[in-house]
């Protein structure tokens, strides 16, 4: 069975309003929200090994998984990427410079699963790259930030959870891939009132009423956010509708290097 996992519900949404997406390969899919960064991931993710036939995520009850997709939003570092551009990366590798957990410096992604979102990729018509990830322990949220991430870890791309959850899935023995679309680019900045915006509408629309010039930012972040939230559903689309008909020779060959 293939689970696919997010952080946010923002990020699988469209999963559970369209019945054509619930299967794979004539399988039911399960979807299940994880939560934000290292602690949430864990707390969720553990409950697969202390019950191995069912696990109970944000009140949901499930089967144990065969393989594991995160589909999620990330924050570029490297220039060349677009809102809306899908990454796909080859490595997650870990910030120590802001952990001291022990561990392995990285972890590859299942390569059958990575040939068929190569392949899905490319049947949607999205730009994608085969950059590599980090996962830091907080949002990174200046230019400046992002630049020294690029230039001290050769990474394309920031996240929260791939790290830990490949962990997860490399102990359970689980095929594992993530799949991220970049939210916001290198050179864009993340006010802190706008951290969240995806997960808290409603706080945002406040903020902007009491604090109007924060406005024009809040806007282009929303913009952004619907942006990547399109590029999730369409590779998911073709990747969920078509298992058996992807053109795994040609995927790899797709993928557009730095």
């Given at each position: 069975?293939?689970?696919?996992?997010?952080a946010m519900e923002s990020e699988i949404a469209y999963l559970r309003q369209d019945p054509t997406l619930s299967r794979w390969g004539g399988v039911a899919v399960q979807v299940l929200v994880v939560g934000?960064?290292?602690e949430a991931v864990r707390s969720s993710l553990?409950?697969?090994?202390?019950?191995?036939?069912?696990?109970?995520?944000?009140?949901?009850?499930?089967i144990r998984p065969n393989q594991l997709l995160l589909l999620g939003f990330a924050g570029a570092v490297d220039p060349a990427l677009a809102c809306g551009d899908l990454v796909l990366a080859g490595r997650y590798y870990l910030d120590r410079?802001?952990?001291e957990e022990a561990g392995k410096d990285y972890f590859e992604p299942d390569s059958s699963l990575l040939e068929q979102a190569g392949a899905a990729a490319s049947a949607s018509g999205l730009a994608w790259r085969g950059v590599e990830s980090l996962t830091v322990s907080r949002p990174v949220v200046t230019g400046e930030e992002k630049a020294a991430i690029h230039r001290r870890h050769s990474v394309g791309a920031v996240n929260m959870e791939d790290y830990w959850v490949a962990e997860f899935a490399a102990r359970a023995e689980i095929p594992f891939l993530a799949v991220r679309v970049v939210i916001d680019t290198a050179s864009q900045a993340i006010p802190s009132y706008a951290i969240g915006l995806q997960e808290r509408r409603w706080g945002a629309l406040a903020s902007a009423a009491v604090r109007p010039w924060h406005l024009p930012n809040l806007v282009s972040l929303a913009s952004n956010l619907r942006v990547a939230q399109r590029s999730l559903r369409r590779f998911a689309t073709a990747f969920l509708r078509n298992p058996d008909r992807l053109d795994r020779e040609e995927s790899l060959q797709s993928i557009r290097t730095s």
């Open positions: 069975m293939l689970t696919i996992i997010a934000v960064g290292q553990r409950r697969w090994l202390e019950a191995p036939n069912s696990v109970s995520t944000n009140g949901a009850t499930s410079d802001t952990t």
